[in-house]
């Protein structure tokens, strides 16, 4: 399957509020998380039922509302109803193949964005689409998969750390988008480690592998690109967007924010530009070192050439060869090869061809 | 003829409200059909004659005409001395090979844009221009030949989902445009799906074919870019126009077609990076195949060059050459050569160059 | 001289408004055409004297004055004193080196473009600068040799096309400016024409003429762009003046003439990429044919380098050479000789060096 | 560890306030020194405890609060509460890895770049990052070591300069700003001469510590390239920042920034662009040389060729070769070889090949 | 030194407004021409002292003050105090190194620009800084060295030009700026000549001097755009300037000199495409060569591997090899050898190998 574009031919002329679920499905049953805290108060519990979401609507506690897996399209439409939200929105959140993007409403805004992670075991790496509904009082957060990521925000919450229990949706907010771009950072600098390591290995030992690596890690690189740029855009317009949703002192964050996914942004155009280099080292390296092979070898064979022709000069069987009766003739010819052998060697030495 | 711009010699100079076809027919007789709807009722014809057109003009159904196949320019002056619409408009229509573009007018916009769609038979990308004209209650959209694109859209007015029968005109036009994009990341993903395919036989087994195909799909991702560049200008365009005729819901959606045609933007980018980059693995893996064999053959031809010069050494005939004349001299002669054989191909070894 | 900027010396310093022509005298004598149209009446003439273009300054008929040949700086002079234009505008029309620039005063505006036209002797794309100096009542246009291209235009009007009779000094500059663009659109067809049959070409016989050509069409294409982008630049300028001498009408078509100089614009963008990629294929297939022709050649001489070995060990003269005596030693060196030469081609065969 | 961008995992997640130093302590004890002056008074101390620092808030004078080394955090923690600095603000003060950034509050702007300066002892270019926080009255500089770089500056202080004793915080933060960059063009021009000597070496001698030269220089331009790009937006986002904190004349000042920072930018643009011609004449240089043996060495060989085939000839064992049996035969074939020799060397020559 | 950027370590954090000169004294004296006139009356004169410099404030006449040579920089602060300048102002006039700037005050505007000149002697480009300060009714213009460029400018006062005598230092300005715009255009048209001729060398005789060559046009056109880029941005500011000191109509000027820095802009991108297409062509022309040397020298000594192979096996010393003793053996041998020669040659070219 086509890993930077994803389309299948049922999904073209879908009206854009069907619910349905485009992605794999990638765990087997759907948990629902709550946190409903305010400066005093925190309530975590993990919700069988939607039944009772509605409840969160009231202003006064900022509820965070984490729905990993979604397969289960009834899921979104209890949501959309008790939300009144669009149901727009929600086909939005089950089309995980779609860009970063923003929509924003009067009363709610969806944040759509893709999590990079790195996969320790094969190496790789993950992404996940991320998408987030901000309302007045509960943020939404959905997932395709269980994860521990904003493990970080849920132990600040319970810390009681002053910023995170004052703040509103909108910090919140920004506090998981922070964790998505940090780890954005974190897996540029996990590539940009081994491309770095590289660069020694390349001058010692140009191999074979070493080519495949470097195409590995542009591949890779490019789908990271892929990624983190659409991504600035979101973010760019995310902190330039007027909502009522989003405080003032939130903007800041935003701003923090996009200095964040520039960085991002900026190693991983330096680490294209230091592997496009590397290429270039490698092949290099490589045709100087097959260069000095071919040359040392043309030269070894050339020094034969002119030996072997007085050899044979000596070897023809004509009746009246004069030097061939001289006593020390043999003696002599060996005397001439070997002056002209170290005459060429000479030659070739102050021409610096060897 | 060129597949990237043309432009016929006596083309040069017409008056911009010219009704003249320059595209090639590509259907025998024009197709005329309508689908006239409001939230409750539903009429589909095939319209013979255009007489009756005029009637759809009144303000409470919403009704898309669909005309297939162009060259029949008089339907064209009907439409628009029934709709009143400037001559300028019609002749854009029949204009197929010009840039999506936008003009709007005080009652009616003209919009145009390719449609990109793959041919199963040939493997190729076909393109064909679409124009819709987009008034209060009435939407036209013309095609050059006859086609079942549409139909998802067909079926959502017939199976009465809610949001399209309650849209106006200007929804319809979002959902036929929403099918021309999807159609552009469909063809992008397929033609994504190759390229991907293609790196691994690129690794195993380069040989010539592998260039043609790269050439091949490089050409065919050019004539995308070519065609999807303008598109998204004219996408771009569209979201800012302040128009009566667009209700406010209707410019999410619009932006949807943003993000969804930036995304194609992108993936035709990434693609071309991973092409190019494929074009140097290609030629890496060759030269060094070649480099492989020229260095064997090489260090092979090296090894006989002594030995052959110590055989040409005793086939001289000099008179005096006394180790002709010792008993074991012709299997030392071998010993010497096995010897100077081994030696060599051992430094070679040593050396890596084997 | 320099195809791509030129400045003589002695030109720099001058007053702005020195009335000095720059080029090169293209046609003998000075012609000067004028059509004066309003919706029912048309008057055509060449005029000897400029003494009555005065008469043409009232607001009641449209004028066209069409002068060929500009080294008579005399009569830019009387037009200059007739309509009170700066002489700033009539040193800019002398100027046919300058960039396409528009200089906007309040009761004229002063537009310059360069016109390319394909030759058909030549083969050669032949540039000319287009000044247009429009009035509310008459229209200038001044080209430095005489020629057909602005025929269709006299046509239209003398045919009484409603639309070009109406419409004013604007409309006819749009009429105008639309068969510069035109012409920009199929002088690029053309030569992609040309690079498109190249392609075929390419890859059946890659030969030295191939090369020249890629590189013929590229200077071509370079020198298009050239004269294209800043084309493309002036009339975005064009489309957002802000000028009396403009109804709002006219700008719905100076936005045509936006999108047929981007398609220009990107087509030879486009066939700039075709280019780079057929000098990539050339080079590939040129040199992917030279390594057949070393690779074969080369395994050819390895072959025969063991034999030629085996031949010099029985042509020592050594004494004691045993096999020598044997009877059918002759016969069994031809038996291990081509038994070495099968095993040696079928070695290569397998590992696909032939 | 990676060295265009650094993400530790466990900060992933942290609070935007918590106080926590992510780089590596680069000095023993924090050094705290204070400048206090207006025109006619000036103070310099060094701060044992930060007790005394409220009494700077009043507005009659500028003080300049001077910090070296970051790891004290609870230093941090005394200033923010001080003054009532937002925790966010100290907490990226002690972030040195993040991106040039301007947070801007109602009393005080945080401003961060990266200082790069030339290390005589290693030749390498060092990385520091610099904190400044302007209030009305006091402006806080942060840095990760001791350092003499803003010397001059005290000097200029010290020496009663008209210009600096009368301006206030802000141009003192444009005082630092400006020794940060022109040590930018500092660097950069070290690095320029070094480039440029290299170009002469490169004509010469063209060997293989060259081509590390030239990677080196790459990379050491690419790692300024990654500090300048930032901090030239950063600069262009101080001087469009509407501040109370900054008066009409700074502007001025910081326009001039702008300035500079745009022509470090540029010549690290030129210097990239020169280092890949000088990659190219490497290539071009090393390759000729190559080919220059290469045909040598070629033409060498293929001279002898034919010689050895005719000593072949006359050592074959035939019983009636009538050659052999001339008198002068031997001599007559050293003629033959000895022309055909000269008679190649002549053709070779006159075909341009030797 | 570095040809790109300078920056002493000593200049390093000195106050803005410190006068010193940073360049290479020039000339020996400084020069101070001035001219005065208005429509009627003109007044030309060279300065000893400065005393009489304040007479020239008065508003009537129109004041041009040239200056060259800066080393004294006690003129600057004369000039200074005279006319009340910030002295930074005069500062950046003695800062030769900087990039052209506007520094827009109240009463007067300082412009710096760089001069390129032709040097007819060496062949080489020369740079030169030049500043302009305008004042309502003085005009400062400082140089370097002493030029007889802005000859043509006083030319035109004396012969009572019309315009230039009744315009103010705002057209005086335009008219300085005007030339040295025109040499950028004159200076790229002269090295566009070169390399323009360059390209006929380039097919017939692509020897190693051509290189050289276009790596030094290479350098050239690197050295002209870096100062035509910021030159053209400087006169974009220039053009978009909110400006007492500059009236309606000298902005139609302005407009004119962004046409022609652009052209200028343009020029060099254009040459340099032509450049990297002219390395292409050199290597193309350099590699067939040797490709068809190398083909031709292994196809001539593949076809004696086979015919010396044949020589040996006649030259062994079996006792029994029955064509040894065949009468016509030898000549027989001979005609297979020749068959064997022909046969390839004749496969060789069959094969387009020859």
Redesign the interface.
Known sequence: ?????????Q???????DLIFHGEIKQDEVLIRIIDFDPNNLKEDVLETLETVKNFKNENTVSWLNIDGLHHTEIMEKIATAFEFDK?VMAEVLNTD??P?I?DYDNYTLITIKMLQHDAESGKIRVENLSLILTKSVLFSFQERRGDV????R??IRKQ?K??RNGGTDYLTF?LL??VI??Y??V???L??KI?MLEENL?INPD?KV??EI?DY??EL?FLR?NV??AREMIFTLAKLESDLISENTY??F??LI??V???N??SD??R??LS?Q???Y??T?S?K??D???F??????I??????I????????????????????FI?WAVMITVAIGMLFYFKR?R?L
Chains 1, 2, 3, 4, 5 share one sequence.
Do not use: C
């Open positions: 399957m086509s890993r930077f574009v994803k389309k299948q031919k999904d073209i002329g879908r009206s854009p509020d727009i779609a860009r993007r929509i904003f493990e970080p925000v132990q600040r750390k910023r995170i506090a922070d964790i940090d780890n950072l974190y540029i600098s996990l940009g480690d770095e001058l074979r080519i495949n195409n542009k591949r490019n892929k740029k659409p800041i964050h701003n923090e200095d964040n520039s960085q991002a900026d190693a330096s680490y530009e230091i280099d290429l270039n080292i092949h290099t490589l100087s097959l260069n092979i071919m040359k070898l043309t030269v070894f064979s050339v034969f050439i002119p030996l072997t022709f050899a044979g000069i000596y070897g023809t069987n004509f009746d009246n060869v004069p030097e061939l009766h001289y006593r020390y003739s043999y010819m021409k061809w």
